[in-house]
């Protein structure tokens, strides 16, 4: 595993232990080279309730730019709500708050949901 992996992973650790003590689901994101993804666990981490990503056929997205992450946060926060999750903690798996990850958040927030 590469330096910047495993630091993402180090940072991604220590911000999920605080996110632990809240009682509320988790919304976690994960970006690779060529795709987007968004999944809501359940207050344990144990179970995916809600998921969404670039790979889904419906999306018809083929790239994982900043329009996509926009897309995949509105499709992730519509499927929350539909299962009853308005508020939800923020797990941006290590990554910065920043471009892709960023559009994400807001895009899911205008969408309904609550950080």
């Known amino acids: 595993m590469s330096i910047k992996n495993t630091s993402r992973l180090r940072r991604a650790k220590k911000a999920r232990a605080n996110i632990k003590v809240q009682e509320s689901p988790r919304l976690t994101v994960f970006r690779s080279s060529q795709h987007f993804y968004a999944q809501i666990f359940d207050n344990l981490g144990s179970k995916v309730i809600v998921s969404a990503s670039t790979t889904e056929k419906d999306l018809k997205i083929k790239s994982n730019n900043l329009e996509a992450a926009v897309e995949v946060g509105k499709k992730v926060a519509e499927r929350a709500l539909?299962?009853?999750?308005?508020?939800?903690?923020?797990?941006?798996?290590?990554?910065?708050?920043?471009?892709?990850?960023?559009?994400?958040?807001?895009?899911?927030?205008?969408?309904?949901?609550?950080?």
């Open 82 to 115: 539909e299962n009853g999750i308005k508020k939800v903690v923020f797990d941006r798996s290590g990554y910065k708050y920043h471009g892709r990850i960023k559009a994400l958040a807001d895009s899911a927030r205008d969408a309904g949901l609550e950080f």
